[in-house]
């Protein structure tokens, strides 16, 4: 943004005299809404002042945007004949053009309220589609009061924008995330050495902030109100992305072409491209101080979870050509968020998070397999999920619970359904079925993912048999032939090659 608009509440006003209709409208094919009048208006900025076109349709007022850009910042591109247009505030692209109530930045689609048309001096826009790009980038304020034919443009105090910091690193790659309580309006600035987020018109509140392992590949992480700065170790690489609902910026570092000599380099893991099933990320659930269920004989846990993890993994490496991560591989305290951050930094296919049950009584047993959804299938589901979340999950929270997962929603149904499957054929197990909850640990996955409890660690016979290495193998063998079977559902095998992977 120029700096003419950094003082808060700068004011423009186009000072709107309509000529009555223009010639030009004939010369344009009528696609939009009907044209009411066109002229020139007075566009003033501070006391400066220079004509610009305006439309105004049966629909609402339109405004030229090629001067506009000049006098508020930008830049604009024409596209071939004049059918596309972009429109770059630092390094957000927002796309249109005329006749398209439409407006694109990256994959999100924005409709408009009517669509630009050709004018007085090129495009004219309409106001939402201002309010979508400066007004959404730079914190300026569209205001057109119809009686005095004047548009005001006022820049608006800094909004505060609560964020928290957390830092992960798995197998030689540092993953940072912001997680912001509202989309934040920046910029981002690439040097060498370091990578700086710039707000423009909001100002950060700190939450939690992490500390940094000593001469990791994130050297430095300066926290201010106005921007963050991460510094990199001279070998190192950040790769961003972004997450939705609640809005994340997440930036993978890893050791780049220019490595210290002979040291390896590690890049992030490849993102999918296909529907293939190549890295699985296993959570063994719990540990360190929070030990989950504890058996009548003692047994926890924590400490069979990731028995069982060890096993699983063991057996899907065997069995089928994949790549498996564990979340823990020690008695380790993860938060719930960190450990669905592990499995979207790994870019996994499929994220499994292994559990055992507990119920006050000693009569309950049987194993079931739960994925994510804002409502509970039933009250013993919610309870489960109440039990497992760390801290009580916020109304709003639930209501924000990622958009990510529920386009995976009927991927983690299916994968539910196949291991509850396997898991009673096999082990001859009570069928206590597929169940859906607002488990935390799944929330923000960003692949099919589910929560199986695979037996009552409070039932004195399935403590007997889970602390059997025999038993748990048996049970890491029916999860391999139910991810088997989904892998073969996925990537189009025929029953022959299935049953061959099995």
């Known amino acids: 943004m120029t700096e003419r608009f950094q003082p808060a509440l700068s004011l423009l006003i186009l000072a709107v005299g309509a000529l009555g209709p223009a010639a030009l409208a004939a010369e344009v094919e009528e696609t939009g809404p009907p044209l009411v009048e066109s002229g020139l208006v007075q566009l003033e900025v501070g006391r400066q002042r220079a004509p610009i076109g305006y439309s105004l349709t049966v629909v609402g007022p339109l405004f030229a945007l090629q001067p506009m850009v000049a006098r508020l910042g ?25 006749d398209s109530p439409a407006l694109t930045e990256g994959e999100e689609i924005v409709s408009l309220s009517q669509p630009p048309r050709v004018g007085e001096g090129g495009l004219h826009v309409p106001l939402d589609l201002l309010d979508s790009t400066y007004g959404a ?3 300026l304020e569209f205001s057109w009061q119809a009686e005095t034919l004047q548009l005001a443009v006022i820049q608006r105090p800094p909004r505060e924008v609560a964020v928290s910091v ?24 690439r040097r060498p050495g370091s990578v700086e987020l710039q707000l423009t018109g909001d100002r950060l509140r700190y939450g939690r902030r992490p500390s940094l392992p000593d001469a990791g590949l994130v050297r430095g992480l300066e926290l201010e109100p106005r921007y963050v700065r991460l510094t990199l170790a001279p070998d190192a690489v950040a790769e961003d992305y972004t997450l939705e609902r609640p809005f994340r910026l997440v930036f993978d570092v890893y050791r780049g072409a220019n490595r210290a000599p002979g040291t390896a380099a590690v890049p992030p893991p490849p993102r999918p491209s296909d529907d293939g099933i190549r890295t699985i990320v ?14 009548p004989a003692g047994a926890l846990e924590k400490e069979l979870t990731l028995q069982l993890a060890r096993t699983l993994r063991s057996h899907l490496e065997r069995r089928m050509p994949v790549r498996v991560v564990l979340t823990r591989n020690e008695d380790a305290e993860l938060p719930l968020d960190t450990r669905v951050a592990m499995a979207n930094q790994q870019k996994a296919d499929l994220f499994i998070s292994l559990h055992l049950n507990s119920s006050p009584g000693q009569s309950a047993q049987g194993a079931e397999t739960y994925f994510l959804n804002l409502v509970a299938s039933d009250e013993r589901a919610a309870q489960a999920a109440a039990a497992e979340n760390a801290d ?22 299916r994968l539910a359904g196949l291991i509850q499957e ?30 199986v409890e695979l037996g009552f660690l409070s039932n004195p016979l399935e403590e007997e048999r889970l602390t059997d290495p025999l038993y748990r193998s048996r049970l890491a063998g029916a999860l391999v032939d139910a991810v088997s079977r989904y892998k073969a559902i996925r990537e189009g095998v025929p029953p022959a090659t299935q049953e061959t992977l099995r």
């Open 74 to 98: 930008g830049a604009l591109e024409l596209g071939p004949l004049g059918q596309g247009h972009t429109l770059k505030l630092d390094e957000t692209e927002f796309r249109f053009g005329p």
């Open 137 to 139: 980038r730079y914190g």
């Open 166 to 189: 957390d830092v992960v690193r798995v197998q030689g790659v540092s993953t940072v995330v912001f997680q912001f309580s509202d989309k934040p309006r920046y910029r981002m600035v």
């Open 282 to 295: 296993i959570d063994p659930g719990h540990g360190g101080s929070n030990i989950g269920a504890e058996g």
């Open 392 to 413: 009580p999950l916020t109304d709003l929270q639930l209501i924000l619970w990622d958009l990510a997962q529920s386009h995976h929603m009927a991927e983690s149904q």
């Open 422 to 451: 396997e898991l009673n054929e096999a082990l001859e197990l009570r069928n206590r079925g597929v169940k859906q909850a607002p488990f935390r640990v799944l929330m923000g996955a960003a692949m099919p993912a589910v929560l």
